[in-house]
């Protein structure tokens, strides 16, 4: 039995909707928030959001909902409009949505094989200092660091978008940039200057196409994340340095030759 704000839920399954069709994830709902896992179809990009507060939130005890997140929440927005729900359900049997007019409606859970979970080697804890640490690399902390707002970021996007190109160069320096459209000699080239601040040395991260995706799943309280890597690795870890607590590790763009 779950008690929530339908509509703050809602959009809560769209900031992990990373495909279309969406990959099928397991929802955790404990009092404290809700806990969201999973990967894009492709793998190229995993979120998970850590016990994000929804308003209206009880929980008799915690348990774990499968589902299509866009399939769920769209039931919830059109049948809650913006107010409480209830949620009930049992193992392998519809999950009931009950509204404050006594109005309703039921959807079939997700198989649990649909639901791709991140391996344990994507599963990156911190260490004392708060730094995020690669397992895939005996642990080791990130060797490039940098701090930028989403603001920022979204000029990247929209460099993407004038160059007509899939994917984006943001150099992590004293003086940011994100370039895109110089690979292959392409006609169309864009950039522009970016402002961050840097611990250490110089990097530059290049993303793809989902970049624009990467930064819808943080969602509207957090406005600055911490971007790190590590110089063995071809991906780099976006989390959140302010509002709701959600990681995202996103694959870099292959250089083409």
């Known amino acids: ?5 339908g509509g703050e839920f809602a959009n809560l399954l769209s900031a992990v909707c ?13 009092n404290e928030g809700i806990s969201i896992s999973g990967l894009n179809v492709a793998k190229t990009m995993q979120a998970i959001l850590t016990r994000w507060p929804v308003s209206g939130l009880k929980v008799k005890e915690p348990c774990v909902l499968l589902a299509d997140p866009k399939e769920l929440g769209d039931i919830v ?3 809650s409009r913006g107010e409480l729900i209830r949620i009930s359900t049992k193992a392998s049997q519809p999950i009931s949505i009950s509204t404050k007019n006594n109005g309703g409606a039921e959807v079939m859970p997700a198989e649990e094989e649909d639901c791709l979970i991140i391996p344990d080697r994507w599963l990156m804890p911190k260490n004392e200092k708060g730094q ?9 902390p990130p060797t490039h660091t940098a701090t930028i707002s989403l603001q920022e970021l979204r000029k990247g996007v929209h ?13 992590f320096d004293k003086k940011g940039e994100a ?23 110089p990097f530059k991260v290049a993303f793809t196409e989902s970049l624009k995706t990467v930064l819808s799943v943080f969602g509207t309280t957090t406005t600055q994340v911490k971007v ?12 959140s340095i302010d509002g709701n607590n959600t990681t995202v590790v996103a694959t870099e763009a292959i250089r083409e030759v």
């Open 1 to 5: 039995m779950i008690q929530v704000n």
């Open 18 to 30: 990373m495909d279309s069709p969406p990959v099928p994830v397991k929802i955790l709902f404990e």
């Open 77 to 79: 927005r059109a049948k």
């Open 132 to 140: 995020i640490l690669f397992p895939m690399f005996d642990n080791e």
């Open 159 to 171: 460099e993407q978008l004038t160059a007509k190109a899939p994917y984006v160069v943001i150099t």
């Open 179 to 201: 370039r895109s459209g110089y690979w292959s000699g392409k006609q169309v080239r864009s950039w522009t200057p970016l402002e961050m601040e840097i611990e250490g040395e």
């Open 228 to 239: 790190s890597k590590h110089e063995k690795g071809q991906f780099a870890v976006l989390e």
